[in-house]
């Protein structure tokens, strides 16, 4: 008789590594596994990853996985061949974009479409502004153009009216007439996946779903399969870039909302870690193989981007966490200028052949090779579990070849500088969404994850000028570990473009009121137990004459939206909002609400970080396994080297220090000292106060 199906499984796929956070939840015990991603495919080593963590299959209830498979596929051109069917005389819109180009500099600027000229073709139909159907669409014109785009191989189809967002009346008949001649379910109107004003964006958005519904369909289906197929029978759930979650279904239809999903659980699970730990004020620094994301949060939430740009060009129009990325992760190559300037990144030597040090052919040094010649990282000790011992030999040459001889340097500080142009382009990530959006950073602590930023949580602290860092029990798998807690989530926009004033507010509230039932269903589809759904109202405004908007919530979710929803309420809402962010309202001008946007929340039970906690009763003199030689500041230090899982709450080392843990390694510079709170979280803070 096999066991009940008891665990929880966050899976994050990263561009080294892939992360699994197993939760048993029959005796709260929690356990973690790193393997080695596999490309293409990454369903194998999210399998692999899988059996690391599980006896059975038959254990598992609910995966949630954290993919990088869209966003790989738009980074590298690498989704399905798709075309457009649009209104005749805006055949450009994905083209021409905001007129903006590539550089900022120069005559000309390139930049090719995921979808060529001729695969985007012209029908006659057009819908005023105010929604009336001036011409209506002609079935059998589209079917044409549909059997056209078929002949020249194309997969995947996106169809884009102009003005489909007043009435899609136009784009309805047009999905009916293309589905009869379509060989697969892979077609798109952008009045289903963005009814909302801006032709440009709502082109770009809808046409990079389609572009993306393929690669990540196929490999959705050999991730079921292979599941399956060894035993598993419970749910697989998809984290969004919103931070939320969904089911696979929902992730087929719409692949877009996954283009920052990896990262995403990273800032939800900080959130949730700092929150509980007393920081409500953090900035999040996941520093993988590949890149090193930034993300802020204040007061325990998570900043929310309404859109974000994956490539130039490639602008997804859907809500996601505020991330900012930059390709300084530990396989970021460095290299040096024809100007003689010492650079890292973006270029990364990934997981295959990896950095010069795991001995798979790769010969320019990164990141990683620097801070092992430093002594920073155990040479016998490497995380993933997949090599016995990494080469500090290798890593050497590649340094002193690279960057040393071309620099005038020695091979120690050749290495150092690479750490220290590293750390420096890090620490202007985090002064970009800190200090030049208004935010002073004495107020934050660094929290650093992925399986490198808690080897730089100590010189970023110092160069930003933070006021502390908090590393997790486990950093290396936090992503992982936000997968199995991120609350389901739904988010709808529809265009409104009126006055206030001049509304009408009982229209409004039916069509917030059928949104938010739309939500909920999907929601109880999903078979999940939530804690609570929470419905979240909130608007787009300006003042007349503006282009710009600011983002307004109501206060709260209101039980009985018909009494509540007035227009004093949305007045003082978005006055409340033009406040913060811009210091003073306008007078006697009015009010217009370009957007309605709703957000069904279903909230999931949070993980106790209680079970993360190491005992009381080890002595810190047992966890100190030796001691190493450290380069640090053009010098040699004498380093303790601890086995950071054991080490007990109340424990305070003095820097210099390292932490080793089978996922990444801690750290700590001769000016800092760091303590073991009550979750576990090791906690980094200077020895004395810097002068103001």
Not at 158 to 184: G, K, M, S, T
Not at 460 to 479: E, F, M, N
Request: charged share 20%.
């Amino acid at each position: 008789m096999t066991s009940p199906a008891r665990c929880i499984i966050g899976v994050d796929v990263g561009g080294t590594f892939t992360d699994v956070f197993v939760l048993d939840e029959e005796n709260g015990e929690c356990r973690v596994a790193k393997v080695p991603s596999t490309r293409p495919d990454q369903s194998k080593g999210f399998i692999d990853g899988i059996r690391a963590g599980v006896d059975s299959f038959e254990q598992i209830s609910t995966v949630v996985h954290g993919t990088t498979v869209g966003t790989n596929a738009l980074l590298e051109r690498m989704g399905a061949r798709a075309g457009i069917i649009t209104t005749r005389g805006f055949r450009d819109t994905l083209e021409m974009r905001r007129r903006d180009r590539p550089r900022t500099w120069g005559l000309w600027g390139q930049f090719d479409p995921v979808v060529p000229r001729d695969l985007r073709l012209e029908v006659g139909e057009r819908t005023l502004a105010d929604g009336t159907i001036h011409e209506a669409v002609d079935p059998a014109e589209i079917q044409a153009a549909a059997r056209a785009l078929i002949d020249a191989g194309v997969e995947a189809l996106a169809i884009v009216f102009i003005n489909a967002y007043a009435n899609p009346a136009n784009e309805q008949a047009a999905l009916h007439a293309a589905r009869q001649v379509w060989p697969n379910d892979y077609v798109n109107v952008s009045s289903d996946i963005l009814p909302e004003i801006r032709e440009f964006e709502r082109t770009s958005t809808t046409t990079l779903n389609a572009y993306l519904q393929p690669p990540l369909g196929q490999y959705l289906e050999r991730l079921e399969s292979a599941l399956q197929g060894g035993g598993f029978t419970g749910d697989v759930l998809i984290v969004q870039s919103n931070g939320g979650v969904m089911t696979v279904d929902t992730a087929r239809r719409l692949p877009v909302r996954t283009a920052l999903s990896g990262p995403a659980a990273g800032v939800i699970a900080s959130a949730h870690i700092a929150t509980s730990a007393g920081f409500p004020n953090v900035i999040t620094c996941d520093m993988g193989g590949t890149s090193f994301d930034v993300s802020l949060v204040a007061g325990g939430e998570s900043a929310l981007a309404a859109q974000t740009a994956v490539d130039f060009g490639m602008v997804i129009r859907t809500p996601m966490i505020e991330i900012t990325t930059i390709g300084a992760g530990g396989g970021s190559i460095a290299w040096v200028d024809r100007g003689g300037l010492l650079q890292i990144g973006p270029r990364s030597a990934g997981s295959d052949p990896g950095p010069v040090c795991y001995g798979q052919g790769n010969l320019e040094p990164t990141v990683t090779d620097a801070n092992l010649v430093l002594g920073r990282i155990n040479a016998d000790r490497p995380i993933g579990g997949k090599l016995e011992r990494l080469d500090v030999a290798a890593a050497g040459h590649a340094i002193t070849q690279h960057v040393a001889e071309p620099l005038g340097l020695d091979l120690l500080p050749a290495a150092e500088a690479v750490i220290r142009v590293a750390n420096s382009k890090m620490a202007g990530a985090i002064r970009l969404v800190s200090i030049e959006r208004g935010h002073n950073p004495k107020d934050f602590a660094a929290m650093p994850f992925g399986g490198g930023g808690a080897l730089h949580a100590g010189a970023l602290i110092k160069d930003v000028g933070l006021k502390s860092a908090l590393v997790p029990r486990y950093p290396g798998i936090t992503s992982a570990l936000g997968c199995t807690i991120a609350d389901m989530r739904h988010d709808y926009v529809q265009t409104v473009n009126g006055v206030l004033g001049a509304l009408d507010l009982d229209h409004l509230t039916g069509r917030m009121s059928s949104l938010s039932a739309d939500g909920i269903e999907i929601l109880k589809r999903a078979e999940m137990a939530f804690d609570r759904i929470d419905t979240v109202f909130g608007f787009d405004m300006s003042y007349m004459g503006q282009t710009h908007t600011v983002d307004v919530n109501l206060p709260e979710a209101p039980m009985d939206i018909e009494l509540s929803l007035s227009e004093k309420l949305i007045r003082e809402s978005f006055e409340k909002r033009y406040r913060e962010t811009y210091g003073k309202p306008l007078q006697a001008i009015d009010i217009r609400i370009l957007n309605l946007k709703v957000s069904v929340i279903g909230r999931r039970p949070k993980l106790d970080l209680s079970v993360l906690a190491p005992g009381t009763d080890v002595c810190i003199e047992n966890c100190l396994t030796g001691t190493r030689q450290v380069w640090i500041d053009d010098a040699w230090h004498e380093t303790g080297v601890y086995e950071r899982l054991s080490l007990p709450v109340g424990a305070r080392v003095d820097g210099p220090a390292l932490f080793e843990q089978p996922d990444t390694t801690i750290f700590l510079e001769p000016d800092l000292y760091g303590s073991v709170d009550q979750f576990g979280n090791l906690i980094i803070s200077r020895k004395s106060e810097p002068e103001s």
